[in-house]
């Protein structure tokens, strides 16, 4: 049975920073694809961040200098420190994890919510 389990969010003041991590179980953790989303309130779900089993970093543009993505391949684990945090920030942020070249192996974590308010 697959699991992603997201941990990490709550309630920050902008400027702020919070680190999300996702802990994997049963699936072979170092040939995945992980990727963290986020969805705000009537929006659609964006990647905002995605490193490959190679360790190849992407981010969307309005996190870049902003958020790292990084994985810890012995803990099963994959992460994002989000520093100087926006209001715009504000969504569930869910954990996704793809194996390269399948149509099948795609798992999602039930989510976690980072606000960002004063």
């Known amino acids: 049975q697959v699991q992603l389990v997201e941990s990490g969010g709550g309630l920050v003041q902008p400027g702020g920073s919070l680190r999300l991590s996702c802990a994997a179980s049963g699936i072979v953790f170092g040939v995945y694809a992980l990727n963290w989303y986020r969805q705000a309130p009537e929006k659609q779900r964006e990647l905002v961040a995605r490193?490959?089993?190679?360790?190849?970093?992407d981010y969307t543009d309005s996190v870049k200098g902003r958020f790292t993505i990084s994985r810890d391949n012995a803990q099963d684990t994959v992460y994002l420190q989000m520093n100087s945090l926006k209001p715009e920030d504000t969504a569930l942020y869910y954990c996704?994890?793809?194996?390269?070249?399948?149509?099948?192996?795609?798992?999602w974590g039930q989510g976690t919510q980072v606000t960002v308010s004063s």
């Open positions: 490193i490959s089993a190679s360790g190849r970093r």
């Open positions: 996704n994890a793809v194996r390269a070249g399948s149509t099948i192996d795609n798992y």
